[in-house]
């Protein structure tokens, strides 16, 4: 029997690489609206990001504000080896970057700037799909359901917050749950914010 899982990401994609240039831009200033004024971004000093790809909604504008108001700015690296693992990396003055083996920028690997994920206060993880539940629908690789698999083993760690990041028609009724994905404090899309209970 063939994994829903599959089917219904491949949906999801579609949907997502269908939007147009405009509306792509006009998504990323809609969650730009959403987050900056949230207690949840005004107060969190050490932010993961990421760079949007296929159709992915664009955090670009809401880093930018990050950095202008001095918060310190991480985004992925991916880890040679073991090679289905990943760094958070500090973003700094006169970056170097590089291109991962998805065709990705990040920056170029430096552990003196890679952070224990612990140590960050919110991550803002892209998604193939969500449900009003919190649950996450990602690319399949598992990259960070393995960072964060710490979380599964205790019902509330203080740090870091994290939400998933998504466009509207990315939202499904119910999502099917696999037993390793790590659950979201909550998701924000370009039309709404959904916080779980106990995240605030």
């Known amino acids: 029997m063939s994994d829903p899982r599959i089917l219904l990401r491949r949906q999801l994609r579609q949907a997502r690489r269908a939007l147009t240039p405009c509306e792509q831009r006009t998504a990323s200033e809609q969650l730009l609206r959403q987050l900056v ?90 998604l193939v799909g969500f449900d009003a539940q919190g649950n996450r629908l990602g690319m399949g690789g598992g990259y960070y359901d393995r960072l964060f698999a710490y979380r599964r083993t205790r019902a509330h760690w203080p740090a870091p917050r994290l939400l998933g990041l998504a466009h509207h028609c990315q939202k499904v009724d119910q999502l099917p749950v696999a037993p390793w994905d790590v659950p979201l404090d909550g998701i924000v899309s370009d039309q709404q914010i959904i916080l779980l209970q106990g995240t605030a």
């Open 37 to 126: 004024h949230h207690p949840l971004f005004r107060r969190s000093r050490h932010i993961a990001f990421y760079l949007a790809n296929d159709g992915e909604i664009d955090p670009h504008l809401l880093m930018q504000r990050a950095r202008e108001l001095g918060k310190h700015c991480y985004l992925p690296v991916l880890r040679r080896w073991p090679a289905n693992q990943m760094h958070f990396q500090l973003l700094r003055p006169g970056q170097r970057w590089t291109t991962n083996r998805y065709g990705i920028r990040e920056p170029r690997p430096d552990p003196r700037w890679q952070v224990s994920p612990w140590r960050l206060d919110l991550v803002l993880m892209p």
